[in-house]
């Protein structure tokens, strides 16, 4: 298992960003969270297979119809452990 820690701006906040991501993540079967940012990012922790993990990566980079990315950064998390994917 792999995580992943990401940053999507853009126009990515009142734009149900964070709910498609979630549909996105239990279809793919992993773990994490979305949640707003202050600054107006979003911030996604995903943990799973590889191949999922870059399934959503992947996805977020053009997010749900309504979102406009600008930029999505990935890093690697170690040590990180989710039981679920949760919004905030």
Not at 3 to 22: D, E
Not at 33 to 58: F, I, K, S, W
Request: proline share 3%; hydrophobic share 40%.
């Amino acid at each position: 298992m792999i995580c992943k820690r990401c940053l999507v701006s853009g126009l990515v906040q009142g734009v149900f960003f964070r709910a498609s991501t979630l549909e996105q993540a239990q279809r793919l079967g992993v773990t994490g969270y979305a949640r707003n940012l202050p600054d107006g990012r979003v911030e996604v922790v995903v943990c799973g297979t590889h191949e999922r993990v870059a399934d959503l990566c992947t996805w977020l980079r053009s997010g749900p119809p309504q979102a406009q990315v600008d930029t999505c950064v990935c890093e690697d998390l170690v040590g990180e452990s989710y039981a679920a994917f949760a919004i905030s």
